[in-house]
C-alpha cells in the first residue's frame, strides 16, 4: 500500500452556521408567549393559563430550527400539549425521519382557535426543498412533498490567481470543492507549495436545483484537472460514495477516498497546546471539525485490525494497508454495524460517524497515520505512491471529463 496514499489536506473552512434567530413570525407575536418558553409548559401535565391561551388563540407564525433543537421543544414553546406532540411525531414517522432536522429548517404554524393546545396547521420546510404538511382534520396525517428537481451537468475550466477557494467562488462553482479537491489530490499536489499562480484548472460536476434555480443537496464532482507547469493531474469519480482515482500525465497512479467530505480542518500535526488538558503536547494526526453523524471513510484499502475504545482517542477505528501503513480513525460517535476486527475495507467505505468521544473539545475527527508504529503528518507527501489500474469505466469518465472541458483535442494534439 502506497503511504503517500493517505496525505490529506485541508484548505479553507466551509462550516455553516446554522440560523440563530426565528423568522419574525406573520402577525406580531404577543408577550404571552415568550412568557410562556420562560416558565417552560412542556412540562408534563403543566397547563396553559387562561389568560394565556386565549393570547395564543389563532397565532400563526414561522419558526427557524436552531442548533440543538427538536421539533418536540418548538412546539413545547408554543404551548402544546405532551400528547399532541405525541400524536404529531407518530404522524412524520411515515413520511420523515424528525432525526434529520437540521438548523435552518422551517416550521410554519397555526394555533387552534378553539383549543389553544393543539394546532390548526403545520408545515415543516427542510433541505432540498422538501416540505412535510400536516392535516388536523379529524386524525392528524403527514403529507409529505417532494420537489421536482432538475439535475444540471456543469463544468469550468479558470486559472488560479489566489486560492483555489476564491476561483471557485468567483465562477459560482462549489466553494466546498476547494476542500476536498485538495485532499483528493494530496498524494501528488502540495497546494501550498506546488500553487504559484497561472495554473490551469478544469471541473465538472452536477448540481440538483428546484425549479426556481435554488440548488438544492449537495453538488457530485466528477472530473478535476490542475495543470502545473508540465505535470496534468486529473481525477474522476463515478459516483460521490465511491473512491476517485487519480491521474498523472494520463497514467492512473491514486485510488482513494478522504476521510471526510466538506469538513473544516481544525488541526494540524505537531506541538499544540491540548484543547482539554492544557499545555504543549504532541498531536498525533490531524481534526476535522464537523457535526455529530458526518459519515467517516476508509482513506484506502486494508483490514480493520482495532474496533473499540482508546483512552484519549475514544471510539477508535484502525485499518493496516499493508507495507506498514496503519490509518486510525478516532473520537467517533459509533462505528460501522457491519465493521469488525479482520474486516476488509475498501477505499471510500464508511467506517463510522464523527462524534465527540475521548479527550476532546467538541465534535470532530482525528485521523492519523502511522508508519511501523510512528505517528506521521498525514499532509506529507514523501513517497511516490505505486501505480495502480486503471478500469475501462476509469477510462471513459477520464475521456467524458476531458471532453466536456475541451482538453480531448489538446490532449491529443499535444
Known sequence: MPRSQFAI???????????????????PMPSPLADMAADSVADAGSSIAEPRAAAMAGLTGDTVIEHGESLDRVLSRL????????????????V????????????NWKISREDPGRLASLRLQVSGGVEIELSFAGGIEANRIDPTMITRERNEVLVLDGTLYDALLARNAPGRFAVDLVALMAGQVDFRRD???GETFALVWQEDALPDGTIAGEPRLSYA???????IYEL???DPASPIILFENGTAVQRSAPPIMGARLSSVFGNRKHPVLGGQRMHTGIDFA???????????????????????????????????????????????DALRKGSRVSAGDQIGAVGATGLVSGPNLHYEVR?????????????????????????????????????DQADRDG
Do not use: C
Open 9 to 27: 489536506l485541508a484548505l479553507v473552512a466551509l462550516a455553516t452556521t446554522a440560523a440563530n434567530a426565528e423568522i419574525p413570525a406573520t402577525r
Open 79 to 94: 404551548g402544546i400539549r405532551p400528547e399532541v406532540r405525541a400524536e404529531i411525531a407518530m404522524a412524520f414517522e411515515d
Open 96 to 107: 420523515y425521519d424528525l432525526g434529520d432536522l437540521r438548523p435552518g429548517d422551517v416550521l
Open 195 to 197: 500553487i504559484k499562480g
Open 225 to 231: 484537472r490542475l495543470t502545473i507547469g508540465e505535470n
Open 236 to 238: 474522476v469519480s463515478s
Open 290 to 336: 464537523a457535526p455529530i453523524g458526518t459519515p467517516v471513510n476508509a482513506t484506502g484499502a486494508g483490514r480493520v485490525v482495532f474496533t473499540g475504545s482508546i483512552r484519549g482517542y475514544g471510539t477508535t477505528v484502525d485499518i493496516d494497508h499493508g507495507g506498514g501503513v496503519i490509518t486510525r480513525y478516532a473520537h467517533l460517535s459509533k462505528i460501522s
Open 371 to 407: 508508519v511501523d508504529g510512528r505517528p506521521v503528518d498525514p499532509m506529507q507527501d514523501e513517497v511516490m505512491p505505486e501505480q495502480e489500474t486503471a478500469s475501462p469505466a476509469d477510462l471513459a469518465l477520464l475521456e467524458t471529463g476531458r471532453a466536456r472541458t475541451g482538453f
